[in-house]
């Protein structure tokens, strides 16, 4: 039987509900020198926030060593009521110390595993899926030796692999190394950040290979592609791949969290729902923050 695994364990796909498909409650990195999600009250008040909105689950897509305080996740998940599924894997190499990733050379895919079987550190917590990163229009040494290793981390138990994509792009890069390569099934695959390279020829071909596409933000980075969103879901959607579509706030530095005045979490119920359901029909946005994540995040677990 398929489940989600959540940072409370396993819990059966139906009970997920609305999902914010692509999202961070702790985060740091050297890239974001002051605006850490670091801070646990804040990040319990943006989940009650999001559970007043009407969500009712969260994956946060924080990988290895970037401060995802796994330990923190069951008392907040229970707490506010929320469902939260954690990551293990690794992002780019900026993001890290380069003694932490000399430290994983060789074993990376054994530590995806155990993070993901037996649980993160001594937290208890087991990671629910994999994150990796692409780069800007391809793919580096670092993004093919993570990615290697998260498909072995894939084979071993059966997790899904969550993509970062640099500013969107290089899809059909990264399909082509984790579908075509490494043998990953395209519906193990979400790719993450479409939304900020809204090319449709590309959504569309990166569809066709049965991977899951994710939309998020808005945020101060994306500014300038969050308002074509819409169109390229519905574009999506209109091709055929509504079933294979995810949404998610993406929060990653402090001052975009709402309880800090920026949209946060519950933007994606409050103004992104009602837009895409003025674009698509409420059925489809009802599919694409429910039942697609159920999906997307279920897993048949060995
Ligand atoms: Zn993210």
């Known amino acids: 039987m398929s489940s989600v695994r959540t940072v409370l364990g396993d819990v059966r796909p139906e009970d997920l509900g609305v999902c914010d498909a692509h999202d961070h409650l702790f985060l740091r990195s050297p890239q974001l020198p002051g ?60 993001h890290y110390a380069p003694e932490l990733l000399d ?33 800007f229009h391809g793919l580096d040494a670092h993004a093919r030796w993570t990615m290697t290793a998260a498909a072995e981390a894939h084979r071993a138990t059966g997790a899904p692999i969550a993509v970062h994509l ?30 900020r390279s809204p090319d449709p020829a590309v959504h569309r071909e990166a569809a066709a290979s049965g991977c899951w596409l994710a939309f998020d933000g808005p945020s101060r980075a994306n500014h300038a592609t969050d308002w074509r969103m819409p169109e390229a879901v ?38 992104v729902r009602p837009r895409l359901v003025a674009e698509l029909g409420a059925e489809h946005v009802e599919r694409i923050l429910i039942h697609n994540p159920a999906r997307a995040f279920a897993v048949e677990w060995r």
């Open 166 to 195: 640099e500013l969107g792009t290089g899809a059909l890069d990264v399909l082509d190394l984790l579908c075509g390569e490494l043998g990953v099934p395209g519906d193990r695959v979400v790719l993450g950040h479409l939304n």
């Open 103 to 135: 430290g994983l050379r060789g074993r990376l895919a054994e530590v995806l595993v155990d993070e993901l079987t037996r649980g993160i550190g001594t937290s208890g917590v087991r990671a629910g899926l994999i994150k990796v990163a692409g780069g």
């Open 234 to 271: 519905r574009a999506l959607a209109e091709a055929g791949f509504g079933d294979r579509l995810l949404l998610g706030g993406d929060t990653v530095v402090a001052g975009a969290r709402s309880v800090d005045g920026g949209p946060g979490m519950p933007y994606l119920l409050r103004r």
């Open 35 to 94: 605006r850490e999600l670091n801070d646990a009250a804040a990040a319990r008040a943006e989940s009650a926030a999001f559970r007043a909105a009407g969500g009712t689950a969260v994956v946060q897509w924080t990988p290895y060593g970037m401060g995802r305080r796994a330990a923190d996740l069951p008392l907040l998940s229970r707490a506010t009521g929320v469902h939260l599924v954690c990551a293990t894997g690794l992002h780019q190499a900026a």
